[in-house]
């Protein structure tokens, strides 16, 4: 065997051995980031479920189950920033050892740190697709059928007692009294403003609430009671008597308009296609489907963008603490997420496209990552920190003002 083929071979498993040696690294704090930023999401939800466990007495099955159903939409926003972590707190640490100096010692190039790199981002972007195309819709939708489930069984219990009630749309609901024994409503008061001509109040001295799961409504029917009407263009007042009626209630919180229909993150891709393609009319709703379509693709290859900016600000950063490496990446990701939710504001109104909206922070992100990539690979200096900078100034400034 020549020299420059024994050569090549050694130089093969040199690189190989790297390459598994960083992917392994990268692993460790991807997990920790993955299980710790899902908790802190997670525990945002908490104030959702607080609502329902102090409303309406739902068990520890079902609240463990509406963290289960939310885990999928978190993780699609979670494994980004993981990814991210991970490779900044990977190369920061390696930095910090030298043993970056070390592998460019032995004329390993910056660029040649990629392969791993990118590699552990598909992975990452593979999770978050899953989570984005297949995971979300499902969880939102279980989700969706779940809380009905508890409004429809426990809605007595959630009303409470001489208390205006406004749980329903257009329809403010007062009740003296409640018998949980009997779910009946005792003294029951009802201001209907569904119809824009015409305010109807409703009194009656009892009252019952009744569910139709399959269609998603409530209906409650009164008994013995009056009905007044005041007609808000002529200024006319009608009084009915009934022995029975009954009003139709929408819950905003768990239904959307359209009775069964499906939300926009309720909806898989065949679904969003098949929309975008049959809408003629291209409303607010439209682009709203359409930024969440572009969405699912988006949010997954941020895991690439946001994973070839973490190397060099890992690398450039090894005097910093992990601490601060820490911030630094949160500050960066910050950034990213701000720039996402000016897109999706922009392109749900229509002011530009949302294909722009969506994927100019991956572009804004991932450029940023390269401009910076090349000048740590050429030993040019690199000033990471002025994002954190600037944002001090930022909290500086308002922090005067409030003072």
């Known amino acids: 065997m020549s020299p420059h083929i024994r050569t090549d071979v050694f130089r093969m498993k040199i690189n190989s051995i790297i390459d598994r040696y960083i992917f392994r690294e990268l692993f460790p704090p991807f997990v920790l980031n993955l299980v710790f930023f899902t908790f802190v999401f997670l525990m945002a939800e908490m104030l959702k479920i607080t609502d329902l466990i102090v409303n309406f007495n739902v068990g520890l099955l079902v609240v463990v189950k509406i963290l289960l159903f939310s885990t999928p939409y ?40 990629l392969p791993p790199v990118l590699m552990f981002c598909l992975i990452g972007g593979l999770l978050a697709y899953f989570m984005a195309v297949y995971g979300t819709p499902q969880g939102r939708t279980a989700i969706k059928q779940l809380t009905f489930k508890v409004f429809s069984a426990n809605l007595d219990i959630g009303l409470k007692e001489r208390t205006f009630n406004d749980s ?3 329809v403010m609901l007062y009740v003296n009294k409640i018998d949980i024994q009997n779910k009946t409503l005792i003294d029951v008061f009802i201001e209907d403003k569904r119809d824009e001509k015409i305010v109807s109040t409703v009194v009656a001295p009892k009252g019952k609430l009744f569910s139709e799961p ?9 008994f013995d009671g009056v009905i007044n009407q005041v007609g808000l ?8 008597s009934f022995e029975i009626y009954d009003i139709r209630l929408d819950m905003k919180k768990a239904i959307t308009a359209g ?23 291209k409303t607010a709703y439209y682009y709203k489907v359409l930024m969440e379509y572009h969405k699912k693709f988006s949010i997954p290859i941020a895991c ?3 994973g070839i900016l973490a190397l060099p600000l890992g690398i450039v950063s090894k005097r910093v603490k992990r601490s601060s490496g820490l911030v630094l990446g949160l500050v960066y990701f910050l950034i990213y997420y701000i720039l996402l939710s000016i897109g999706l504001v922009f392109g749900e109104t229509g002011a530009y496209p949302p294909l722009i909206g969506m994927w100019l922070p991956n572009v804004v992100m991932g450029g940023l990552g390269v401009f910076l990539l090349i000048k740590t690979a050429n030993e040019q200096p690199v000033r990471v920190g002025f994002a954190v900078e600037f944002l001090q100034r930022i909290i500086e400034r308002r922090t005067r003002k409030n003072a």
Not at 94 to 103: F, K, P, R
Not at 214 to 222: A, D, S, Y
């Open 214 to 222: 399959e269609t998603f409504i409530f209906h409650l029917r009164l």
């Open 233 to 240: 263009d002529d200024r006319s007042a009608n009084t009915i």
């Open 168 to 170: 329903f749309n257009d």
């Open 74 to 113: 978190f993780l699609t926003y979670v494994i980004p920033m993981s990814t991210m972590m991970a490779v900044l707190l990977t190369f920061l640490r390696l930095s910090g050892d030298n043993e970056i100096v070390a592998l460019k010692s032995g004329g390993v190039s910056l660029y040649r740190l």
């Open 259 to 281: 009775g069964n229909r499906k939300g926009r993150k309720e909806m898989n891709l065949s679904e969003l296609r098949q929309y975008l393609k049959t809408s003629g009319n």
């Open 304 to 306: 690439f963008a946001l």
